[in-house]
């Protein structure tokens, strides 16, 4: 694992839950790459740990990677909470009673994570840290262009009522 590569990731959901936006940028000596996306409904934290997954799933070979977030979610549930987590089968207690929240994407997550050499890296929102402003700004975008594009449909399916 030779190749060093950063990202730099961000999820956005103004009126959590709801439509929202996510972005995450790849960077090693001399490429960029910005992926973003949005949906129509879902929650900040699963558009923060759906950053992560797709900026890992863009990266194909083994590879030695600093992932860099504003969320403390993403940070303490890979660094702290996921051995728990799974010695507890996915939940946060013995009996199973309250399982985790997005359990799914946190373990599609460890699995890219097994593929590299992965550190975590956490920066405070607008700190002034430019990739995370960057990440979080297109992120944001991609919030209120899905924001957009619900009005639109809700105003055309009025209008053709």
Known sequence: MTT?????TSGACPRNPGSGGWACLLSKPGKEQLISGNVKRSTNNRLELHAAIVGLR???????????TDSK??????????????AKNWSH??????PVKNAELWQKL?????????TWHWV??????AENDRVDAEANRQAKLARTEIHKAMTTKKATV
């Open 58 to 68: 863009a990266i194909k070979t083994p590879s030695r990677i600093q992932i860099t």
């Open 124 to 129: 405070s929102k607008q700190s002034g840290h």
């Open 93 to 98: 207690n013995q009996s199973g009673s309250k």
């Open 110 to 118: 460890e699995q890219l994570c097994e593929q590299h050499e992965v």
């Open 73 to 86: 979610y993403i940070i303490d549930g890979m660094t702290t909470y996921i051995k728990r987590w799974k």
């Open 4 to 8: 060093k590569i950063e990202i730099f």
